[in-house]
């Protein structure tokens, strides 16, 4: 509604807001959260053929491939979301589709080389001493480059509005990487293996969206389009890179301090630590649309203020329940290798480095209202040098806890710092004292979780009732009241 129109409408009650909020979450984060279940539920079978020193080896296969990633896309991406949005023309919208999906290609062929080329310097420098297959690094590398060819066509589901389709395509990559996995893992391969899932897997991906790419895109290259695409995403390169620095480089930092066995142990405690992530990550694309609709309403402010503090509830009680059942979850899916629950104490520091995650996705809101998307690299700048920092200050004397408690940090300054940006530019009056209530509570009762009892059969029932005291908790003492 428009004029004075919208100055009168009240808008949605809370209830509605939260709902079209957990709808959107769940479509958008299906699949993941599919391939996320179906993986842990296959970490028995993963730990009877993969040792600790295979899941450091592929942590370390992960770094390299999270960096790859963002330097072979170079920002087009972002580049093409944002600019296929000011095209006049369905015409000009298919030279850009076109054009961008040429120039990704070219660069990620000419990037791939390059890297086969120095496949035996990047594996030294991401393995140090120890004998690997330099094919590893290619083969990830291949990866990433089979994968240009996806990122418009996806884009193009997302513009289109067509999120059951994008959750769909996204599965099948899934479901074909999994039973490629299982099979080639019980065969022996090893680390190798998984890389050639994978590999296989985005190759099919990528041959399967084409046909969208083609309806929707022309042969043709624009110079003028590319380069509007280029100014756009080129800056969000630094950007990501220093995300992925603060998300992974504790895992080379590690390397360099203790056994390549304990970085293993670390990667699987943190695989466990992150099913917080299950709820923000879906979260996420549905958080930023929801926010901006508000914004012609009066009580803007207020409402996103009320949602946020229900949200805020929910990732509490998420990273308590991971925090709480994940090192039984760890024990009851490694029965054929035990050595594995030696990273059971990672699980509840990581689950609380991403409930910070989560601090930082609500209350850092104020930068994109505002439009000051030059401060989230200063965010993201200031966060990876303390995760850097950090990491070599704690890790020679704690190792993998080190490694957990930096990340802690680095997320605390994060959520710190886009917190008090974000509410200098937009002030949002956020439920400081209910936000309180629930972490305390939170902490309580994770607390009363270690006097459960040592036998697993009487622990578990004990410690689902610990999480589902935190919901009446809450609940009982005044979250639902309407003011803020």
């Known amino acids: 509604m428009r004029g004075g129109t919208a100055a009168s409408d009240p808008g949605p009650g809370l209830l509605s807001n939260l709902r079209k909020l957990a709808t959107q979450s769940a479509v958008y984060g299906a699949a993941d959260v599919f391939t996320n279940v179906v993986n842990l539920l296959l970490v028995p079978l993963y730990t009877s053929f993969l040792t600790a020193v295979d899941y450091g080896n592929l942590a370390l296969l992960i770094l390299f491939g999270t960096l790859a990633k963002i330097v072979f896309r170079l920002g087009l991406d972002a580049g093409f979301f944002r600019i296929h949005y000011e095209l ?3 015409a000009e919208r298919r030279v850009l589709a076109g054009t961008v999906s040429l120039f ?3 660069v990620g062929a000419l990037l791939l080389a390059a890297v086969a080329a120095a496949a035996r310097p990047l594996t030294g420098w991401l393995f140090g001493a120890t004998p690997v297959p330099a094919s590893w690094v290619v083969l990830v590398a291949a990866d990433v480059a089979a994968g240009t060819l996806a990122f418009v066509p996806l884009a193009l589901l997302r513009i289109q509005d067509r999120p059951a389709l994008f959750s769909t395509f996204s599965a099948a990559r899934h479901t074909v990487n999994i039973v490629l996995k299982v099979a080639l893992v019980m065969a022996g391969r090893g680390v190798g293996g998984i890389l050639w899932s994978d590999l296989v897997a985005t190759i099919v991906f990528s041959l399967a969206l084409l046909p969208i790419l083609f309806r929707h895109a022309a042969l043709s290259f624009s110079r003028p389009l590319l380069a509007e695409a280029l100014r756009f995403g080129l800056p969000k390169v630094p950007h990501g890179l220093l995300l992925q620095v603060q998300n992974l480089a504790d895992r080379k930092i590690l390397d360099l301090f203790v056994t ?8 699987m405690g943190y695989n466990f630590g992150q ?7 879906a979260f996420e694309p549905a958080w930023g649309p929801f926010v901006y609709a508000q914004l012609a309403r009066p009580d803007a402010r207020t409402t996103l203020a009320r949602v946020s503090t229900h949200v805020f509830a929910f990732f509490t009680g998420a990273a308590l329940a991971v925090a709480v059942l994940g090192g039984d979850l760890l024990t009851l899916l490694t029965p054929h290798n035990p050595a594995f629950r030696a990273a059971a104490p990672v699980i509840p520091v990581v689950a609380l480095a991403y409930l910070l995650h989560g601090v930082f996705l609500l209350t850092s809101i104020g930068i994109g209202i505002a439009k000051k998307a030059r401060y989230y ?15 070599f200050a704690l890790v020679p004397r704690l190792g993998m806890m080190g490694a957990a408690w930096a990340t802690v940090l680095s997320y605390a300054v994060m959520a710190g710092l886009g917190y008090g940006i974000s509410r200098r530019l937009v002030p949002i009056p956020f439920a400081g004292r209910r936000w309180l209530m629930a972490a305390l509570t939170a902490a309580g009762l994770y607390g009363l979780s ?3 009892p040592a036998s697993l059969r009487a622990r578990v029932p004990f410690e689902l009732a610990l999480v589902a005291a935190y919901a009446s908790i809450v609940l009982a003492t005044g979250l639902r009241r309407r003011e803020v």
């Open 260 to 267: 390549r066995g304990e970085v293993g142990l670390y990667q």
């Open 377 to 391: 690299p200063v965010v993201t700048g200031a966060a990876a040098a303390a995760n850097v920092v950090a990491n």
């Open 104 to 106: 990704a290609a070219g």
């Open 450 to 452: 270690w006097l459960a």
């Open 275 to 281: 099913g917080v992530k299950f709820a923000t990550s």
């Open 88 to 90: 006049k023309t369905e």
